[in-house]
DNA sequence: TCACCTCATCGCGATTTACTTATATGGCTA
DNA sequence: TAGCCATATAAGTAAATCGCGATGAGGTGA
């Protein structure tokens, strides 16, 4: 009894995973990506896009290289308006707007990588 | 960044405290009155009652014997739509309103122990 | 005042969660 | 097909969570 609600709820009961539900609420988003802004590991943030998916919050497309995740658009209308209330990070929205996908991922982390190729 | 939302759905992400707030949703209720229905010790219920008022969802109310706890009134309308979302048990609500608060906790845990007394 | 009632808190073990690093997987491209 | 890229999975660890029984706190009433 509940244990349903309660699958999804604690699917949103962490503040990184409520951080990606805004980012996706702006546009879908390779795991790259998220990883570029969130202040976890690769790992991680696949972990949770895992459990967000699970939960049924996110949808999945791959494409090339990358893997694309976005907001389900047949969400359940309470899960709509949670994620609708979730608070809006200006400079998170600006960021991952301007993010031109395809190129992200290779440019900004062919950079670190540079130095460890000397 | 989102570690007051988490701590909220981390309140909900529990299927005994959305049983609570769905019994409350009927009425108030006392702790002994939640302890005579839900399969937790009397302390379970106890620490689930604190983290829902902790959360904001609960205001708690004493007179007697009795400490009655009771949705609050005031809550913000996300949270009002989360907890009118919650699904209805049918036989959980007739429970609830069929109680007699004042008689509940004296009535129902005097017979069990008279066996302990022999 | 003292016994009794409800409820809260303490202390503990078992389980879950969220993170890390290391490694595996699988598509893409040369 | 060989190597690279993004992503997923594995394994391990620290912390949070949920349950219990035992006990403490505080109001009630004889």
Known sequence: MYEDEAQIYRALADPTRLRILALLRVREACVCEL???????????????????????????????????????????????????LPHDAADEAWIREQTADLVCTEVKVAPRASTRS
Chains 1, 2 share one sequence.
Do not use: C, N
Not at 60 to 70: D, G, I, N, S, V
């Open 35 to 85: 990883v570029g802004r969130l202040p976890v590991s690769q790992p991680a943030v696949s972990q949770h896009l895992r459990r967000l998916r699970q939960a049924g919050f996110l949808t999945e497309r791959r494409q090339k290289y990358w893997t694309y995740y976005a907001i389900r658009s047949d969400l359940p209308p309470m899960l709509k308006e949670i994620v609708a209330a």
